[in-house]
């Protein structure tokens, strides 16, 4: 993709948002809590990343040819100072940060935070202002609460990694991370909505973030589906068991095209569009119903039609004819389509290694208050004295915490 391809965007550092003036310390580690704080600081707040010494988030070490592509987006807008969590007094440090924090986030294994004696309770007591959002695998209760939790044990638990896959074949996990994604914009909410009991009763709480009550929250009515039926519901494919037709349709060309017609109007449409009219009143593909149970049969008229044409021929009759459809895209695809380069889905920011790299424009789109691009991401402890400086700490203080190696700073020797 040529460097051209997304609008050139510069970081504006002082611009503000919503979410000015509020500080958020973020000892959260990998996708999930990053994901929180990430749209927090694209919307003004001040997020300052606590990273461990001596090799910092391990998000840095997740790499594409050499470089922490995971970091550059997800450390944006954010600060950082360098902790060696080991070393006697960096507990005592961390407080004077909690001190002029309005929301922490952690995601260490559930009792950590306790044995370095910052629980709730301790929290609550010292700083009863303060959100605490814990992100964990399983939560802070239950049995399964102490073991270590990264999103692919739970998109197999949850349910979704069952449900994923080819119809008759092996369960099939995303190949992103999705639960932390899910678990990252629900970390998000809930804080805010944590922010505004504050604005109430002046007080904070805690928000117990467990990865798998996220991700299977995405199975909808599944439960109840089970409990009416008395069985889990099959792998598919790329089809559906609600509607139908819905799959991935491969065109003559080779490539593909995605159908929904959940609505039954949507359906008559594109039966008559494929010239099947008598589908509508034939009692086997009449109704979703009736649809679903002979899915198949109904993939291979609606697939045979279109695997006789080539892509932008089906695309041009399908767009006439208002059917529900798109392409199936890649990357490459979606950097050369004009409606993700005009709408700014992706912008291309300054960047130290490439000269300019392509990010994800700050979401949700704000008319009054929108989000922005303050600054990229820091290297490891970019901000450490900075940080210090703006929780109290004086010039000697600073040097002696540097010193000591409690904390690392960017240009420390």
């Known amino acids: 993709m040529a460097e051209s391809a997304w609008k050139p965007v510069d970081y504006t550092p002082d611009a503000r948002g919503p979410l000015s003036g509020l500080v958020v310390l973020d000892l959260s580690r990998l996708v999930a809590g990053n994901m929180t704080s990430l749209q927090m600081a694209d919307f003004g707040a001040e997020v300052i990343k606590v990273e461990p010494l001596p090799a910092g988030d391990p998000l840095r070490a997740w790499k594409q040819a050499g470089h922490s592509t995971f970091w550059k987006v997800y450390g944006r807008n954010k600060k950082s100072i360098a902790l060696d969590f080991r070393k006697d007094g960096a507990v005592d440090l961390l407080r004077r940060l909690i001190a ?79 639960a932390d994604m899910i678990s990252g914009l629900y970390g998000a909410n809930a804080v805010m909505m944590a922010l505004r009991a504050r604005d109430q009763d002046g007080r904070g709480q805690v928000i117990d973030l467990s990865l798998l009550d996220a991700m299977v929250s995405v199975l909808g009515p599944e439960p109840l589906d089970y409990q009416i039926t008395g069985r889990p519901k099959p792998r598919v494919g790329n089809g559906s068991n609600t509607s139908s037709p819905r799959n991935v349709y491969r065109t003559r060309d080779g490539h593909f095209i995605a159908i929904s017609a959940s609505i039954q109007k949507t359906a008559e449409r594109l039966f008559r569009t494929i010239g099947r009219q008598d589908m509508i009143e034939d009692p086997r593909y009449a109704t979703n119903e009736a649809r ?64 300019r790299i392509p990010t994800h424009a700050p979401l949700p789109r704000l008319s009054a208050t929108p989000g922005a691009l303050r600054g990229p991401a820091p290297a490891l402890g970019a901000h450490s004295r900075e940080i210090l400086r703006s929780a109290g700490f004086d010039d000697a203080e600073i040097e002696a915490v540097t010193a000591s190696g409690i904390v690392k700073a960017e240009d420390a020797a």
């Open 292 to 355: 679903v149970s002979r899915r198949p049969e109904v993939d291979a008229i609606v697939g045979g039609w279109i695997g006789e044409r080539d892509r932008d021929e089906v695309l041009e009759i399908f767009e006439r004819d208002g059917i529900t459809a798109a392409p199936l895209y890649d990357i490459a695809d979606i950097a050369a389509d004009r409606h993700f380069v005009e709408r700014g889905i992706f912008v291309s920011v300054p960047d130290a290694d490439h000269g």
């Open 100 to 178: 002029r924090a309005d929301v922490m986030i952690e995601s260490f294994r559930p009792g950590t935070l306790e044995k370095m004696g910052l629980g709730p309770d301790v929290l609550e007591r010292d700083f009863p202002r303060l959100v605490l959002l814990r992100v964990s695998g399983f939560g802070q209760s239950g049995p399964y609460s102490p073991r270590p939790g990264f999103g692919t044990l739970v998109e197999g638990m949850s349910g979704f990694a069952h449900r994923n896959g080819e119809e008759g074949g092996d369960p099939l996990l995303p190949p992103l991370a999705l």
